[in-house]
């Protein structure tokens, strides 16, 4: 399967826990990318990489929010302490410099 | 605020007819326009891209784009029930800005 793989496909937790999701992009594109999308709106932005270096991160990324991508491959988003509002779905898509971005299937998170 | 607005839905077409989405950006700066369609319950699926002005047709799909007018749509020929989805327009340079979308269901 050559297409953006996330993992979990779905996870509940419990308000307070930490999660972390992994995603893995299509193996020769340099930029990753996290968004998030609750019922009803399209994805919002969350941060971006270019190879390991992180760019960009939105304002909606609180401190609770980390992403990494060490050594420029896959990629993970760790939620600290979650709460109920952090219930949506965590797409991560991937591109190359120039090219249009793929999604993977998601991490679904239902924070209880 | 950089915004990206799709005509409110939801839309309903014939079997067989043109289905067409508009949609409206702020940001003059975007330079790349993105139609992905979404499943219930799925991911995002990336339809048709397009970066310079004018049509741009991939089978049933035409995408067109007017910078001057900020718009951008998409055009579904002999529209088939499974191309009933929401349609995300989607616009920017390295990190893209999302419309919330316009339900089409397609009538059989």
């Known amino acids: 399967d050559t297409g953006v793989s996330q993992n979990p496909r779905h996870k509940i937790t419990k308000r307070g826990q930490n999660v972390t999701f992994r995603c893995d992009p299509i193996?020769?594109?340099?930029?990753l990318y996290w968004y998030r999308q609750t019922l009803g709106q399209g994805p919002e932005f969350l941060t971006y990489f270019q190879n390991e270096a992180q760019l960009e991160k939105s304002r909606l990324l609180s401190d609770r929010f980390s992403a990494e991508r060490p050594k420029g491959s896959f990629s993970t988003l760790e939620i600290q302490r979650t709460e109920q509002g952090d219930s949506a779905m965590y797409l991560c898509?991937?591109?190359?410099?120039?090219?249009?971005?793929?999604f993977g299937q998601g991490t679904r998170l239902t924070v209880v | 605020q950089k915004e990206v607005e799709q005509n409110s839905g939801p839309l309903s077409v014939p079997e067989g007819a043109i289905a067409s989405l508009n949609c409206t950006y702020s940001?003059?700066?975007?330079?790349?326009f993105f139609w992905y369609r979404q499943y219930s319950g799925k991911s995002p699926e990336l339809i048709m891209f397009i970066y310079s002005n004018g049509d741009k047709e991939d089978g049933r799909f035409t995408a067109q784009l007017n910078k001057a007018s900020q718009y951008v749509s998409l055009l579904i020929r002999d529209s088939q029930p499974s191309d009933s989805a929401t349609y995300l327009c989607?616009?920017?340079?390295?990190?893209?800005?999302f419309g919330t979308g316009t339900r089409l269901t397609i009538i059989p």
């Open positions: 898509a991937s591109s190359d410099s120039r090219g249009p971005a793929f």
């Open positions: 193996s020769e594109h340099n930029r």
């Open positions: 989607a616009g920017g340079n390295e990190k893209l800005t």
């Open positions: 940001d003059r700066g975007s330079q790349s």
